[in-house]
Structure formats: C-alpha cells, structure tokens
C-alpha cells in the first residue's frame, strides 16, 4: 500500500473564525462580487476563488504567505495548499 505524502505546510492550520462570515473581506470593502468563499486557516481571512473577479483567496496567499484554505461553500469540507497545488 502507498501512503499519501502529508503536505508540509499543514503545520500552518490553526483554529480560526471567519473575519467576514458574510463574504469576501475585500470583496465588501470594494462592493464587488464574488463566486466562491475560501477561509485562511491560519488567519481567518475570507477571500473569493480564483473563479470570482477579485481572486482574493490566492492573492491573500501570495502576499501574506498564508498556504491553506478550505472551502466556506456550503456541503463542501475540502482544504486546498496554494504553496503546493494540492489537497490536503
């Protein structure tokens, strides 16, 4: 049996709560749209996908350097390593 390599950044989750539960932090600041909502397990940031016009949730990785999020999507318990392209 092959075993899975665990992502290092995992090290980073920490308990967190949602800055913004009712969307997108910046999204709101600006009054523009979003598709999807991802939540920084290490900060508790809520960005928007990259499907959405702002893509928050990468550009709040890329500059923060925060690499996990999970899905705020309602049904949806999947977290997403911007640093490595994966799930973890």
Do not use: F
């Amino acid at each position: 049996m092959t075993s899975v390599p665990v992502d290092p950044h995992v090290t980073a989750i920490q308990p967190v709560v949602p800055r913004t539960p009712q969307g997108c932090e910046e999204c709101l600041r600006l009054g523009t749209p979003w598709v999807h909502l991802r939540l920084c397990l290490t900060c508790g940031h809520v960005g928007c996908c990259d499907s959405s016009p702002g893509k928050h949730a990468s550009a709040h990785a890329r500059v923060i350097g925060h690499p996990i999020v999970q899905s705020m999507e309602p049904g949806e318990d999947w977290r997403w390593c911007y640093v490595d392209q994966n799930l973890v």
